[in-house]
T-cell receptor, first 117, second 112 residues
Framework: EADIYQTPRYLVIGTGKKITLECSQTMGHDKMYWYQQDPGMELHLIHYSYGVNSTEKGDLSSESTVSRIRTEHFPLTLESARPSHTSQYLC????????????????FGEGSRLTVL | KQEVTQIPAALSVPEGENLVLNCSFTDSAIYNLQWFRQDPGKGLTSLLLIQSSQREQTSGRLNASLDKSSGRSTLYIAASQPGDSATYLCAVEETSGSRLTFGEGTQLTVNP
């Protein structure tokens, strides 16, 4: 069973607000990811991290930032929320995909559904 | 750039049928391929992961195959049940091991 948690599950805020979506995992995974998904649509990679102090931009990263100060924690921050940010945000983690014990399997949190008015 | 396509986009079957979901990818230099299930408004649950050196993986009523050379994977669901109704996504991890590329998913409905 995956142990990856996202908060808040649901958030409604006004335009211009700064928000941070939290993601924590207790599996000791090095790799973590943030995806954005609109209803019925494909996932888009926002940011990812190989480990502590490592962050990489994905396809939709220009309006958000992440940090990786601790292995278990990978928060996503929107400095100034806009209605176009209304979406579901999914956090995921995985072990490195090498070696017989490390399969690279990806575990997802339940998601944070953001609505910006 | 890797592109992942899933066919069909939606599928509706009566309970008990065996069915096949298809996934194709454009760059065969992949590290692994995963199949996920997503229920409405929820995150994704990993179903099966196939390493690039493997040809198939099985878990219960699910069997996933991988043909790297042709850029294809299939997810076979035996004796489908209403509880199998969900969106099924495939994703490939590129050789660098840094990111996954997802397909748009197949929305499956199994009717009682």
């Amino acid at each position: 069973e995956a142990d990856i948690y996202q908060t808040p599950r649901y958030l409604v805020i006004g335009t211009g607000k700064k928000i941070t979506l939290e993601c924590s995992q207790t599996m000791g995974h090095d790799k973590m990811y943030w995806y954005q998904q609109d209803p019925g649509m494909e996932l888009h990679l926002i940011h990812y991290s190989y480990g502590v102090n490592s962050t990489e931009k994905g396809d939709l990263s220009s309006e958000s930032t992440v940090s990786r100060i601790r292995t278990e924690h990978f928060p996503l921050t929107l400095e100034s929320a806009r209605p176009s940010h209304t979406s579901q945000y999914l956090c995921a983690s995985s072990k490195p995909g090498w070696g017989t014990e490390n399969t690279g399997e990806l575990f997802f949190g339940e998601g944070s559904r953001l609505t910006v008015l | 750039k890797q592109e992942v396509t899933q066919i069909p986009a939606a599928l509706s079957v009566p309970e008990g049928e065996n069915l096949v979901l298809n996934c194709s990818f454009t760059d065969s230099a992949i590290y692994n391929l995963q199949w996920f299930r997503q229920d409405p408004g929820k995150g994704l649950t990993s179903l099966l992961l196939i390493q690039s050196s493997q040809r198939e993986q099985t878990s219960g009523r699910l069997n996933a195959s991988l043909d790297k050379s042709s850029g294809r994977s299939t997810l076979y669901i035996a004796a489908s049940q209403p509880g199998d109704s969900a969106t099924y996504l495939c994703a490939v991890e590129e050789t660098s091991g840094s990111r996954l590329t997802f397909g748009e998913g197949t929305q499956l409905t199994v009717n009682p």
